[in-house]
């Protein structure tokens, strides 16, 4: 969405839903143009301007402002932050438990990947699989390509895809790698 539709959207919502023939006052311009730049979404910003509005008495609203709204959004936002941040923790604390038990490496935590998550357990299973010996290889591949093969019409990059996919789910189970 342009920067102009969002900002008259917030505005004419903000401006009815206070109900007085009032207009924006600068500050208030300039709280609607950074969260423009910080992506705050739209549903986000009238509902919290809903929720401060029925908060306060008929009497009251002539003087709300968006300063509040504002205000509402970062902590929002904090608490957004911190709710992520704590899924990570506990996300790492996960793979560490994993990693002791089993006697693996602790570097195969580090990662930048953005799916955290997805890429340790990826790290996990490649190390995995480059440790096995090649009996183990073959047979883990055995049973990929059992299963694979029950999918005549594949083409050969979906047929690889599908023997690479069938091969971490046998490591997953072999493993009792977590999800």
């Known amino acids: 969405m342009p920067e102009d539709k969002f900002f008259k959207e917030v505005e004419k919502f903000y401006l009815e839903k206070k109900g007085f023939g009032s207009q924006l ?7 609607i143009q950074n969260w423009f730049k910080e992506k705050i979404k739209l549903k986000t910003i009238k509902n919290i301007i809903t929720e401060e509005l029925n908060r306060l008495p008929i009497s009251k609203r002539k003087k709300f402002s968006l300063v509040s709204v504002d205000q509402r959004i970062k902590q929002h936002k904090k608490s957004i932050i ?7 923790i506990s996300l790492t604390s996960k793979w560490e438990k994993f990693i002791k038990l089993n006697n693996l490496p602790e570097h195969l935590i580090q990662t930048k990947d953005e799916d955290k998550d997805f890429a340790i357990q990826n790290n996990i299973i490649n190390y995995l699989w480059k440790k096995m010996t090649e009996e183990e290889k073959k ?9 694979v ?6 083409t050969k ?11 971490r789910k046998e490591i997953k189970k072999l493993y009792n790698i977590p999800d």
Request: avoid cysteine; hydrophobic fraction near 30%; charged fraction near 45%.
């Open 82 to 88: 911190k709710k992520q941040n704590q899924e990570k």
């Open 149 to 154: 093969n029950s999918n005549i019409n594949l």
């Open 157 to 167: 990059d979906e047929y690889e895809k599908a023997i690479k996919s069938q091969i």
């Open 25 to 31: 006052s600068a500050k208030e311009r300039e709280i």
């Open 139 to 147: 047979e883990i591949f055995k049973k990929a390509k059992l299963r």
